[in-house]
């Protein structure tokens, strides 16, 4: 397998959905269910894109954001919000939290793919 993508999501469903259209792709997939989790994964594994659901129990993905992304080991780690609820001035708060990129839910996996293969590097 290629490179390493960690979806974070509590959702089962979006979890499953996500690996497999990663997994044809020849992603390699790690999966959490929290932003906590997320981010010991994150120092463990060091994967080569984070897809953080934004809205999580506890700790929300955009303040999981901005830990990695405030974190020297961690800082260069693409981070892609996924959420369900597309609000005006989500996409930029995303962004103002240090996300490189938003995707609302459903998601849309042609452009997914198109955000994924710009963001990761090809092996």
């Given at each position: 397998m290629g490179q390493t993508v960690l979806v974070v999501d509590d959702n089962a469903l979006n979890r499953e959905l996500l690996r497999l259209?990663?997994?044809?792709?020849?992603?390699?997939?790690?999966?959490?269910?929290?932003?906590?989790?997320?981010?010991?994964m994150i120092r463990e594994n060091h994967p080569s894109l984070v897809?953080?659901?934004?809205?999580?129990?506890?700790?929300?993905?955009?303040?999981?954001?901005?830990e990695i992304k405030g974190t020297d080991a961690t800082c260069?780690?693409?981070?892609?919000?996924?959420?369900?609820?597309?609000?005006?001035?989500?996409?930029?708060?995303?962004?103002?939290?240090?996300?490189?990129?938003y995707i609302s839910k459903p998601v849309d996996f042609s452009r997914l793919m198109t955000i994924v293969s710009t963001l990761v590097p090809s092996v």
């Open positions: 259209v990663l997994e044809q792709q020849g992603y390699a997939v790690l999966e959490a269910t929290t932003a906590e989790e997320a981010l010991g897809l953080m659901d934004c809205h999580l129990p506890g700790m929300d993905g955009l303040t999981a954001t901005r260069g780690i693409p981070v892609v919000a996924v959420t369900a609820h597309a609000m005006p001035g989500d996409r930029e708060r995303a962004l103002a939290a240090g996300c490189n990129e």
